[in-house]
């Protein structure tokens, strides 16, 4: 039944990609879609990001001409997993509706609120914003590499082990704990400096479709960078961005496009093909995992390069039409 909703999902994500409006441009993405999925193996179906991934797509699609729709869907796809909220922060803040889809989001909220309620859960409503305070750094997150290398080479006491009480592989070394308890307030910076340039993007004149969704790709890239959980499944955020990326303009989302692509190919070798010589310290698998953690660097560096780019010729556009 699970993988069934997943299908239907995905198809119907499909059928908005190269239906209307994209029935041309949406085609070429479709396959770039279908061959991510094939790279990610297994995992673009046995994790909830499947459900949540087409649901987003949809939104970002819907974005420039329903901002107010793809706020529900993303407000939606936020109380399934918290990570949509990558997505709705910058169609919040491109849109002139945004104060609409604030409203809409606070109503999808108020519903789960009461759902909760009534269940008995309200308690826990806000769990998932504290129950990873505890956990260490994960194997596979971006900033745990430097204590791969120290485990791979046995330095300082470094080592990959099962954290039993989480089900978890994690590192531990010199400084390891420490980077696990700033990993948190850094994701937060990471956050507010990203929606900070967004701004500035926007007072500086940028256009809005391509604000929000290379702000999209920023914010949700940093969300997997700055986290010190690194499931593999986390890489299906970053598909749907894309897809609506190269809906919206194919040339200028070719390169973030190959890198994802290079990230799913790594990140399928590590999990589940090679995951077992990982965890083992094998130099060759944390050669992998260091490339593709490389790739994510480099992805979030391009997005940010990209919505900075958008701001300064904005500016300098004002700037001639005012001269």
Excluded at 189 to 211: C, H, I, K, Q, T
Excluded at 240 to 255: E, F, K, Q
Excluded at 302 to 318: D, I, M, N, P, Y
Aim: hydrophobic share 55%; with cysteine; proline share 5%.
């Amino acid at each position: 039944m699970w993988t069934l909703i997943i299908t239907a999902l995905n198809a119907a994500g499909l059928f908005v990609l190269t239906r209307g409006p994209r029935r041309t441009t949406g085609i070429a993405p479709a396959w770039w879609w279908l061959f991510f999925t094939a790279f990610m193996g297994y995992l673009s179906f046995a994790r909830v990001e499947g459900i949540t991934a087409p649901i987003v797509l949809v939104a970002l699609l819907y974005a420039a001409t329903r901002p107010v729709a793809a706020g529900i869907l993303l407000s939606i796809a936020t109380w399934i997993k918290v990570w949509p909220a990558a997505v709705l922060v910058p169609i919040i803040i491109a849109s002139h509706r945004r104060l609409r889809i604030i409203a809409c989001g606070a109503g999808v909220t108020a519903a789960v609120a009461l759902g909760t309620y009534l269940s008995g859960g309200l308690p826990h409503i806000l769990d998932f914003l504290t129950n990873q305070g505890e956990r260490g750094m994960q194997l596979e997150a971006t900033f745990s590499t430097p204590w791969v290398w120290l485990s791979v080479l046995n330095i300082g006491g470094s080592k990959i082990a099962d954290n039993v009480a989480i089900n978890s592989t994690e590192v531990y070394g010199p400084g390891a704990n420490v980077a696990a308890f700033l990993m948190q307030p850094l994701l937060v910076l990471a956050a507010v400096a990203g929606s900070a340039l967004l701004l500035w993007a926007l007072r500086r004149g940028a256009e809005p479709e391509e604000l929000f969704l290379e702000g999209a790709l920023m914010m949700t890239t940093a969300f997997i960078v700055f986290n010190k959980v690194g499931s593999p499944q986390f890489i299906i955020w970053l598909a749907p961005v894309v897809i609506a990326g190269l809906t919206h303009d194919w040339n200028r989302w070719r390169v973030p496009a190959a890198l994802l692509m290079g990230i799913a190919m790594t990140t399928f070798v590590i999990y589940p093909l090679f995951y077992t010589p990982l965890i083992h310290a094998n130099p060759v698998m944390a050669a992998v995992l260091t490339t593709r953690n490389v790739l994510l660097v480099v992805l979030l560096w391009w997005s940010v390069q990209r919505t900075v780019e958008l701001g300064r010729k904005s500016g300098a556009r004002s700037a001639i039409r005012s001269a």
